[in-house]
């Protein structure tokens, strides 16, 4: 008869098991992926400062460059883009044009002396350059984040918990940022 | 791997910090306890009530305020203003990296390049960098040297390392004042006070409790910058900023800029990036890893 009762153990015990290692994977997908929501509202902060920055500048430059008109455009069309909706991706990629319109927009800037002296002009350089650095990293944050959430839904035993989630998508480095850290020393 | 290491770290650095309450909190109870029995043999009973008080005080302090006591010792300003917007841009963006809060940010004056981290968790910690660091450095090594404090930070070194440096501050004034008295009680002693007992049994019982005291304290702070420590947030800022050559290159800087003049405590100067109070070329009594090694290593990644 005693075989009964350690058969019901033995039982009781495995699903107690099983439900332990489930709630151990079903949390830490879950605190992984609000990871991921974290980092991309880090992005999000900066890429907001960036949009608020951006039309002073394209005002104090106007001042001294009226007739470029073509890349204020170009920078005022990838500001709207970066922010206004779209996937994650779409957003990123509207910011790297917008790094890229910057600079343009900064290399012309060198051929007007006075605005370059400007002490307003020099700011918006220093706030512009620290924000660009800080959406780097948070990139950088946001795609170690994807990483560690993509390995624990792919890999046995997180996938049998995965509950058919998606891999998250990476937010691709642009290639001119590659080629700038390597020309820099 | 990299992210089980980093794991690994945070519970050693639990442990170490535990451990470290535990040994001082000993050292607490012998000490009062002698104090009391030589001084007053009739009260002993209230050697546990004091010494708990005193351990509670303590611990809870150097917790609470190890890293204000660090920064005022070092003479750290808060970087503020315009001129160190680079400097609290550079820490922000490492620390978002890293995914902690952006710690608070200081400077110290001085024309040596060195930094430090302290606090006691990521969401109380500061960093700390000197003028000459900011001023010697291009942006890719200043984030190099930042990401290797922030490293300090993630990996909770910072609160074993903080409560070192008072520890160590602590056992220099206990010192200070046991030997000062030691010469007082010696002439007292020796001339006048013919009942002995008393003031020749602190004596002997403070000259004990120095005797194990001393390289106790010797050998935590050979341990609290222990290699492993200093390579590992190597490595990890790395990670952080995935470019070894800003870190590698701004030793190398340091290595050739520094004269080892800072003139620090020495009860602080394990928290330093590098050696503070010694040149990089003097390897002797060398309490931090050797840069050549760092620069190999990181040139190797």
């Known amino acids: 008869m005693s075989w009964v009762v350690w058969l019901a153990v033995g039982v009781a015990l495995i699903v107690a098991v099983f439900i332990l290692v489930l709630v151990y994977y079903y949390n830490r997908i879950r605190v992984l992926g609000n990871r991921i929501e974290e980092a991309w509202a880090q992005i999000d902060v900066q890429l907001k400062k960036r949009y608020d920055l951006i039309p002073n500048l394209v005002e104090t430059v106007k001042g001294y460059a009226r007739h470029e008109r073509e890349i204020f455009e170009k920078v005022t069309e990838a500001r709207e883009r970066m922010v206004s909706g779209g996937s994650r991706e779409e957003r990123m990629e509207a910011s790297n044009e917008l790094t890229g319109a910057l600079r343009t927009l900064f290399a012309i800037a060198e051929n007007y002396p006075d605005l370059k002296a400007g002490e307003n002009f020099r700011l918006f350089q220093e706030q512009l350059d620290g924000i660009e650095s800080k959406i780097a990293y948070a990139r950088q944050y946001y795609n170690s984040s994807v990483l560690m959430y993509n390995n624990v839904i792919t890999t046995i035993p997180g996938s049998w918990f995965a509950g058919g989630r998606q891999k998250h998508g990476f937010l691709e480095i642009p290639e001119e940022e590659r080629r700038a850290v390597k020309v820099e020393f | ?249 701004a030793l190398e800087d340091i290595m050739r800029g520094n004269r080892g003049e800072m003139k620090v405590s020495e009860a602080v100067s394990h928290l330093f990036f590098v050696d503070p109070n010694r040149s990089p070329l003097d390897s002797l009594y060398a309490t931090h890893p050797p840069i050549e090694e760092r620069v190999k290593r990181l040139r190797a990644m």
């Open chain 2, 1 to 249: 791997m990299e992210r089980l290491s980093f794991h690994e770290e945070i519970a050693r650095n639990r442990r170490s910090s535990l451990l470290l309450a535990v040994l001082v909190s000993v050292i607490l109870f012998a000490l009062i306890y002698v104090l009391v029995y030589a001084f007053a043999p009739a009260y002993v009973v209230l050697a546990l009530p004091i010494s708990v008080l005193f351990i509670i005080l303590y611990t809870y302090g150097s917790y609470r305020y190890g890293d204000g006591v660090v920064l005022a010792a070092t003479n750290a300003k808060p970087a503020e203003g315009r001129q160190y917007q680079y400097l609290r841009d550079a820490v922000e963006g490492v620390s978002i990296a890293a995914g902690i809060p952006a710690p608070k940010v200081y400077v110290v004056e001085s024309a040596e390049m060195n930094a430090f981290a302290t606090g006691r968790d990521p969401e109380h910690a500061s960093v700390a960098v000197t003028t000459g660091l900011l001023k010697a450095l291009n942006r890719l090594e200043l984030e190099g040297v930042i990401a290797h404090e922030i490293s300090h930070i993630r990996n909770r070194d910072i609160l074993f390392m903080t409560l070192v440096a008072v520890l160590v501050g602590m056992a220099a004034i206990i010192s200070h004042i046991i030997l000062r008295s030691y010469r007082y009680g010696a002439i007292r002693g020796g001339r006048r006070d013919r009942r002995g007992g008393g003031i020749e049994l602190v004596v002997l019982a403070a000259g004990f409790v120095l005797a194990i005291f001393a390289p106790i304290v010797v050998r935590l702070v050979q341990f609290a910058v222990s290699r492993r420590r200093e390579y590992l947030a190597d490595a990890s800022a790395v990670e952080l900023t995935r470019y070894p050559e800003g870190l590698a290159s």
